[in-house]
């Protein structure tokens, strides 16, 4: 093979290189801005629906279930399917009554990624109404999660097990 053909050759296997490498790119990028817009979505969604909550209910939550919540209007069209709320990321969210009716949980079936745990936490950490998070079997009171190094700490857990945020 001439060397001018070789030259050709191997310059054309390196441009097809390096559009591999861009086209690799361009997908983390938009994957990673998904993940931000979601977490950033779902932390406006618990943000927004506790006071919602709570101003109707007053501090005795009995009764509030997923479709008392979708009927009062509390949950946007694109994060309810009949009676099943479920999130930017396909989880399953309940909102339910605590066991002793003065308190609530909003609870993501199965946890939650590490950034969208943060990010709620991050928007609650001053909310008067916000109590305690739980991770699967393992809660922790607000003043628990009220700094950054204290949320990416607990937010390590937030993918194994129900992500429980409580309300009062």
């Known amino acids: 093979m001439p ?19 861009i086209v690799i790119a361009i997908f983390a990028v938009y994957n990673q801005l998904t993940a931000s817009a979601s977490a950033a979505q779902t932390a406006v969604f618990v943000r927004q629906l506790a006071p919602q909550i709570s101003n109707q209910y ?19 069209d694109n994060w309810r399917n009949g009676n ?5 990321n396909g989880t399953t969210v ?13 609870t993501f079936v199965g ?15 001053s909310d008067g109404r916000f109590h305690a998070v ?5 809660s ?3 003043n628990l999660v009220d700094t950054p190094a204290k949320i990416n700490s607990e937010c390590a857990r ?3 097990g129900d992500f429980i945020v409580r309300f009062r």
């Open 3 to 21: 060397r001018r053909n070789r030259r050709g050759l191997i310059g054309m296997l390196l441009s097809i290189v390096v559009a591999v490498v």
């Open 58 to 76: 007053r501090g005795t939550y009995t009764g509030l279930d997923n479709a008392a919540a979708i009927s009062s209007g509390f949950i946007p």
């Open 84 to 88: 099943t709320i479920t999130d930017p």
């Open 94 to 106: 309940t909102v339910a009554s605590a066991p002793n009716s003065s308190r609530f949980n909003i």
């Open 111 to 125: 946890g939650v990624p590490v950034q969208t745990c943060k990010a709620v936490l991050g928007a609650l950490k």
């Open 134 to 138: 739980g991770f699967g079997s393992t």
């Open 140 to 142: 922790r009171r607000k």
């Open 158 to 160: 937030s993918a194994g």
